[in-house]
T-cell receptor, first 114, second 111 residues
């Protein structure tokens, strides 16, 4: 399957723990986007990355959240000291180019905070 | 004004009906427009791109009205399987690289 791969599909954490979400873009795609979706709400843009660069992080909360897309390996969305409000579906998408190209989504990671 | 606005619905129509949604956008310089569908608790999937001249894919027709800054999606002969949330996507202006998703319009097709 050459689609966008996200793991884990489901992640359960206790308050105060760290959550790491991984995303491998489609083959040939160099642009990665992270979105968050709360129950019954729309997708909210978080961050846009290219290899080794954060291009736009205007949707990222100022604290506890960080993202990276290293030269080798998947993109990582990291949430430190998780709180109940972080419970959501986190979707990753990739595209071959940032402009005029549709994004393709992974299955998402459902994060639940106990 | 939101960058992308959609009527949240829900639209509840009988099978076989024709239904249309609009989506308005604020950036007159936007170049890229797409419709995605999202099923409950699933990832968004690209339905179709929207071109300036309008485009059709089977029962689905997408149109762009630049003068009034909206795009539309028309679904003919609706099927039960069309029940989903339809997301309008527009290239945003606050970042050249950021694409803005609308909050979605919920469609429910009844037998």
């Amino acid at each position: 399957n050459a689609g966008v791969m996200q793991n884990p599909r489901h992640l359960v954490r206790r308050r105060g723990q760290e959550a790491r979400l991984r995303c491998s873009p489609m083959k040939g795609h160099s642009h990665v986007y992270w979105y968050r979706q709360l129950p019954e709400e729309g997708l909210k843009f978080m961050v846009y990355l290219q290899k080794e660069n954060i291009i736009d992080e205007s949707g990222m909360p100022k604290e506890r959240f960080s993202a990276e897309f290293p030269k080798e390996g998947p993109s990582i969305l990291r949430i430190q000291q998780v709180v109940r409000g972080d419970s959501a579906a986190y979707f990753c998408a990739s595209s071959p180019d940032s402009l005029n190209q549709p994004q393709h989504f992974g299955d998402g990671t459902r994060l639940s905070i106990l | 004004r939101k960058e992308v606005e959609q009527d949240p619905g829900p639209f509840n129509v009988p099978e076989g009906a024709t239904v249309a949604f609009n989506c308005t956008y604020s950036n007159s310089a936007s170049q890229s427009f797409f419709w995605y569908r999202q099923d409950c608790r699933k990832e968004p999937k690209l339905l179709m791109s929207v071109y300036s001249s309008g485009n059709e894919d089977g029962r689905f027709t997408a149109q762009l009205n630049r003068a009034s800054q909206y795009i539309s999606l028309l679904i003919r002969d609706s099927k039960l399987s069309d029940s989903a949330t339809y997301l309008c996507v527009v290239e945003g202006y606050s970042s050249a690289s950021k694409i803005i998703f609308g909050s979605g319009t919920r469609l429910s097709i009844r037998p």
